[in-house]
């Protein structure tokens, strides 16, 4: 994707959220709106600006967080753990409408910069642990990448015909070279197309795992996290790869053992899965019924729209963006109507 084309589909979503905000502020469209919500964290820390910032998306400021649970409030949206949203959704009864909220990876912001949001304001929250960022085996690519894109001029790698060099001496290089890479992960075997990425990093002087153990926390914090009664940890995997895309005895192996590792970090079985990337071609129905026969009472994907009765282990989030941290688009998100208007 071009600049201009990104930069047109920011607009067009943020022009989007805004007359969504309008009408759901003028009482238009009640009807879209779903029982409840499941939010989408990752990154929840004080902005520092780069000059390549390409998983800008994945990080919001704890102040934004803490506006948008009040405005979620002032909506009078209750605040849930995750694990209860089926038995809510279940209850014809009980109409009010919930909020639940989830971050991936486990990124120690989250100890440090998110708890204190969610202890002001009462919320549980679900953190979704992968064991190999925990343990500090497993790099995390798009990490890599942002890091080593936005500091040289220019790289070599082999794509599969041979070494080539990419410049990178503006930032519509640096993003085209940084979507070629993703590219290039998901359009083959992840875990040696991810190998080859770490190889070429340490060749330029950065090693990936020490980024992963920088950012994501080990086990104690992982404890100490999960010993606030807000807190509850989930299941991420292993390795952080796309499921739907290793073969289904690899899948399950992933999510079992994953289950089991957060067992033994927090002294429970988490109750609780998401997919990586949680994108349709990652997370499939196989994915739900493995997640099911493994016991887990709710399993979550990237794709957007609102928790549904009966699909429990394949449910929907709406993400809490870095592009668009504005209040009164979370309103607009919760409303239903952006999703409404996609769908038409």
């Known amino acids: ?7 047109l589909k920011r607009i067009a979503i943020g022009g989007g959220l805004e007359a969504a905000w309008l009408a759901s502020a003028a009482g238009l469209m009640k009807e879209a709106r779903g029982r409840g919500v499941i939010f989408t964290l990752h990154h929840v820390r004080p902005h520092l600006a780069q000059p390549f910032e390409p998983n800008e998306h994945l990080e919001i400021t704890p102040e934004f967080l803490d506006a948008a649970l009040r405005r979620l409030k002032r909506l009078g949206y209750r605040f849930v753990a995750l694990d209860a949203v089926p038995s809510l959704l279940s209850n014809p009864l009980d109409d009010r409408p919930f909020a639940a909220f989830t971050l991936d990876d486990g ?10 949001v969610f202890e002001r304001h009462g919320a549980p929250f679900t953190v979704f642990v992968t064991q190999g960022f925990a343990e500090g085996s497993h790099s995390i690519w798009w990490e890599t990448l942002a890091l080593l894109l936005g500091r040289e001029n220019s790289i070599e790698f082999n794509f599969g015909n041979g070494r080539e060099r990419l410049a990178l001496d503006t930032p519509v290089r640096k993003w085209d070279a940084f979507e070629r890479f993703a590219k290039f992960i998901h359009s083959q075997d992840e875990a040696r197309a991810t190998s080859e990425v770490d190889a070429m990093a340490r060749r330029y002087g950065i090693e990936p795992t020490e980024i992963t153990r920088d950012l994501v926390m080990g086990p104690q914090e992982l404890r100490q996290l999960s010993a606030n009664p807000l807190a509850s940890l989930g299941a991420h995997t292993i390795s952080h790869r796309s499921l739907g895309r290793l073969p289904q005895a690899e899948a399950r192996i ?3 053992i994953s289950a089991d590792y957060v067992a033994w970090v927090a002294g429970v079985r988490p109750r609780a899965i998401a997919y990586p990337y949680g994108s349709p071609e990652a997370a499939t129905g196989r994915e739900a019924d493995v997640a099911a026969d493994l016991g887990f009472a709710v399993a979550v994907t990237t794709q957007p729209g609102f928790p549904a009765a009966g699909h429990a282990t394949y449910m929907p989030r709406l993400s809490l963006n870095g592009f668009y941290q504005k209040p009164r688009y979370v309103a607009a998100l919760a409303s239903g109507i952006p999703l409404k208007l996609l769908r038409k």
């Not at 994707?1 to 930069?7: E, L």
């Not at 990124?107 to 204190?116: C, E, F, G, I, T």
């Open 107 to 116: 990124y120690r912001n989250n100890l440090v910069h998110a708890l204190p």
């Open 254 to 256: 992933e999510m079992e």
């Open 1 to 7: 994707m071009g600049q201009w084309k990104r930069r």
